[in-house]
């Protein structure tokens, strides 16, 4: 206990140190943790800085760093671009180290022959290749100690950010808990390879019928340490010779990867969040593969619509439902000038609102509103950290490909249908059925009456002691009654037409232009004309035939 206390002291110091080497003692100045001290405040190449400190901390602090180059919300710009620029140069652990650590797990003996040479290496684990029972697999095994390195940098994090919560100078503008919190959630998943055959198998069963290989898990090889899967012989896109493939090729290529990825999250809700061009795998004959699974993404069907309406009110410069969906999303909180951040929402909008969709990047729309969010305080959801990021990525691999293809026009059409999707799905088609049926009603009950008084007419016609006067009275009747039946009639093609235009009105205005030609819009409104002519002719008739 007291061995793990020094460690963690230990450390903290040397966290301290590192950080003050690189010019960022002013954040600690005022805390207990440097005394005595002031430190002038440096802002010149702080993210150079910075990024050499992460690199120098190692793994934890790397993958937040890599962390925080996807959130603009939290950090200021010139530091994300360094941090952008984060590279994992990790050696490999020892072949021996990998054979201790499959022996422990009672692994090693299942394998028929292990390749001594990874075949990829990151911060949290490496992978070799290996056989059983004939079959090539995949061997992912975790970094020797790193369960216990991470786990007491995150320790000593939550310590040092509940410190600098409260006594740094910029702890009005970064929250280092949230930083933190968020930071812990990504790694402690990501060193649990369970967590990864999870996520494998759940991502698995959602895109079955999607054209993406997915390697399948032997589960009774895998535990919170090695994960075995199924190997997949392919290069990764970023190790892949574009210029070898012929453009017709790339092009279907990129259009695959891009419905694959849109379909995955304005579809299914769930998608893979890290399609870095080195988890993206293509195969000799083109087929598109996913490796490393620690981050998957989910969208509930309000997220998904909101985010819809977004994306759709930029592109049809429809104001107040870009705004509405920032609010749906749960980005506008309270205590906010709500007038200049609307005002300022707007600036974003006219931006790209003059722009042609096809040169607007969806990176950049991200990162305009996670600015904005920056600068009013404001924390994004997570899932939407996660699909900017995700789909950013995406538009870089689509450039590795070289194909002039752009996320945002092919984001429409699923936004179209999604939205037209919901909408319909909230129409509650009783209410115009009732309405329909109360005139089926009326025409079922009509010949009826009518047949009565027609029965009333022949009876007094064989009567002698009628009176005119009552003849006149029942003829005014069945004529008040032909009249209302005739309006009935026409009240029911309003019915009909309205239930129409209802349904049209659900539709987004730019599916609404595809759906109707313009030959139909014009039939439309020469039969409403006509039909409100005959509305009037009729209410004339009605009208003077009471007085």
């Known amino acids: 206990m007291a061995d793990a206390r020094k460690r963690r002291i230990n450390r903290l110091k040397f966290i301290t140190n590192v950080f003050i080497k690189h010019g960022f003692g002013y954040v600690f100045s005022s805390t207990p943790l440097v005394r005595f001290k002031r430190f002038s405040e440096n802002r010149i190449n702080r993210g150079v800085r910075l990024r050499n400190a992460l690199e120098e901390l190692g793994t934890t602090f790397i993958k937040m760093g890599q962390l925080l180059a996807n959130r603009p919300d939290l950090v200021p710009e010139d530091i ?7 590279q994992e140069n990790v050696r490999p652990f020892s072949f021996e180290e990998v054979k201790k650590i499959l022996e422990e797990e009672n692994l090693l003996n299942k394998f028929e022959h292990i390749e001594s040479r990874p075949v990829a290496t990151a911060s949290i684990g490496q992978v070799h290749a290996g056989y059983v029972n004939g079959r ?29 919560d409260r006594y740094s100078p910029v702890k009005g503008i970064v929250s280092f808990s949230d930083i933190v919190n968020e930071l812990a959630n990504v790694l402690l998943h990501e060193i649990d390879f369970r967590f990864e055959q999870n996520n494998i198998k759940k991502l698995k069963k959602a895109l079955v019928n999607k054209e993406v ?14 994960l075995v899967t199924t190997f997949i012989e392919a290069k990764t896109l970023n190790t892949l010779d574009v210029d070898s493939i012929l453009q017709s090729d790339r092009l279907r290529l990129g259009k695959k990867l891009i419905n694959l990825y849109l379909s995955q999250i304005f579809e299914i ?23 490393d699974f620690g981050m998957i993404g989910k969208l509930t069907s ?6 819809s309406n977004l994306l759709l009110g930029i592109v049809l410069n429809d104001k107040k439902m870009a705004i509405r969906a920032f609010k749906e999303l749960g980005i506008i909180g309270r ?9 300022e929402v707007e600036n974003i909008f006219n931006h790209y609102i003059n722009q042609p969709v096809a040169s607007i990047k969806i990176a950049d729309i991200f990162n305009d509103v996670f600015k904005l969010t920056f600068k009013y305080k404001l924390k994004i959801p997570e899932q939407l950290v996660l699909l900017g990021r995700t789909l950013s990525l995406l538009e870089n691999d689509i450039a590795i490909l070289k194909v002039d293809l752009n996320v945002l026009e092919a984001i429409l059409p699923y936004v179209n249908r999604l939205i037209l999707k919901n909408r319909l799905s909230k129409l509650k088609a009783a209410n115009i059925l009732n309405i329909l049926f109360s005139y089926f009603n009326l025409f079922e009950l009509l010949p009826k009456r009518v047949e009565t008084i027609l029965d009333k007419v022949e ?28 309006l009935s009639i026409i009240l029911l093609s309003v019915s009909i037409i309205i239930a129409g235009m209802t349904i049209g009105g659900l539709l987004s205005p730019a599916l609404y232009k595809t759906i109707l030609s313009a030959w139909y819009l014009w039939a439309l409104r020469l039969g409403i004309l006509i039909l409100i002519v005959l509305i009037i002719v009729m209410l004339l008739m009605i009208i003077r035939k009471e007085k």
Request: negative net charge; without cysteine; charged residues 35%.
């Open 80 to 86: 994300v671009v360094e941090l952008k620029k984060l």
């Open 136 to 164: 090539k697999v995949a061997i992912k095994i975790r970094r020797p100690n790193i369960d216990s390195e991470v786990k007491t940098d995150i320790e000593i994090l939550k310590k040092l950010a509940s410190i600098l």
């Open 213 to 226: 290989i997915i390697p399948d898990v032997y589960e009774e090889f895998s535990s919170d340490r090695v």
């Open 269 to 291: 809700g769930i998608f893979h969040a890290d399609p870095h061009p080195g988890n993206i795998l293509i195969t000799n004959d083109h087929e598109i593969a996913f490796v």
């Open 302 to 307: 309000k997220e998904k619509e909101n985010l």
């Open 335 to 343: 205590g906010i000038d709500t007038d200049n951040f609307y005002r």
């Open 459 to 486: 009876d007094e016609e064989l009567t002698i002691n009628i009176e005119l006067k009552s003849l006149d009275k029942l003829l005014q009747r069945m004529e008040r009654l032909a009249n209302k039946f005739s």
